[in-house]
């Protein structure tokens, strides 16, 4: 079983930044960022990917956050992060981290394990 700690959310002005932090217990060969803003559905943000044999984590993003997200891992603390900049209003929603134990490709958006949730406000 794997729990995961999320951390980070807040409220920042259009066009500011903010660092998710997501740390998870246990062994996990992969992480995401999931969002899900009111009336609306929960929708993949960013994934990264690991294994032993690779130099480094395999990224995946969604086009709304290409070239404004980044998703990290840090292998010590078992810890991902969702930097985000440029943030815009559209933004807003409350961001899940998600992990899974079971190696797949980055593409793949199956997880087993999802966290509390984060509430991340962007104001205009």
């Known amino acids: 079983q794997v729990q995961l700690v999320e951390s980070g959310g807040g409220l920042v002005q259009a066009g500011g930044s903010l660092r998710l932090s997501c740390a998870a217990s246990g062994r996990t060969s992969g992480m995401g960022w999931f969002r899900q803003a009111p009336g609306k559905e929960r929708e993949f943000v960013a994934g990264i990917t690991w294994s032993s044999g690779w130099s480094s984590g395999r990224t995946n993003y969604a086009d709304s956050v290409k070239g404004r997200f980044g998703i990290s891992r840090d292998n010590a603390k078992n810890t991902v992060y969702l930097q985000m900049n440029n943030l815009k209003p559209e933004d807003t929603a409350v961001y899940y981290c998600?992990?899974?134990?079971?190696?797949?490709?980055?593409?793949?958006?199956?997880?087993?394990?999802w966290g509390q949730g984060t509430q991340v406000t962007v104001s205009s």
């Open positions: 998600a992990a899974r134990e079971r190696l797949r490709t980055v593409s793949d958006l199956t997880y087993d394990y």
